[in-house]
């Protein structure tokens, strides 16, 4: 007897999903099946932005965050503070910090992180352009690292700091610790660690 499956777009459908970083088959299956078959899903709206997403939109040039041909909404804004640069792994980490409102100066995104075991070189990431950025500032800036504290990001941090180091700028690094609400005892070694030589007066 035949072994009955989806039809062969209802496959490919899936395996396009599946693709997606975090969707698994059983997902992928699910939001098919409810693209096909739900009356809210609206699947030609769906497709269309999409396209129009991935024509539109591009990393700016200077700063690497998503642009448009209108611009890019970080390098556009004159409110900003030109003295201080925070330099970010990925373009959707300027989101995080944008949301926090505890930055208002200009981004670096790098486009990854060094990763030998990935094959991700110096040469792969936007530090070039960081250094040209850097040189072309009229006086001295302040480059904060905002990178993960994975051995990637921190390799990522620690080659940045020594390429930088004596050009105009005075780097730092964003403080480590634990997260508010987060007790001792969730706490990983590296975690308190960062916390005790981050500690600050009171």
Not at 49 to 62: G, I, S, T
Not at 180 to 201: P, V, Y
Request: aromatic share 4%.
């Amino acid at each position: 007897m035949k072994r009955i499956d989806f039809p062969e777009p209802v496959k490919a459908l899936v395996g396009e999903l599946k693709r997606l970083p975090g969707i698994g088959p059983r997902s992928a299956e699910r939001i098919a099946v409810w693209l096909l078959q739900s009356p809210k899903a609206e699947p030609a709206t769906l497709a269309g932005a999409l396209l129009a997403a991935k024509e539109m939109v591009r990393p700016c040039p200077v700063c690497g965050f998503f642009a448009t041909e209108s611009g890019c909404d970080v390098c556009d804004d004159s409110a900003r503070d030109d003295q201080t640069l925070c330099v970010v792994e990925q373009a959707t980490d300027v989101l995080p910090l944008e949301r926090s409102g505890a930055f208002r100066g200009r981004y670096h995104c790098l486009g990854g992180k060094l990763s030998p075991l990935d094959r991700v070189s110096p040469e792969d990431l936007r530090i070039p352009s960081l250094v040209r950025r850097i040189e072309a500032a009229p006086e001295e800036i302040e480059v904060i690292l905002a990178l993960g504290s994975d051995v990637e990001g921190e390799a990522t941090a620690n080659y940045l700091a020594e390429l930088l180091r004596g050009r105009n700028c005075r780097l730092t690094r964003i403080a480590q610790g634990l997260p508010a609400g987060g007790g001792l005892e969730h706490a990983d070694e590296l975690t308190l660690m960062r916390a005790m030589q981050g500690r600050r007066s009171v």
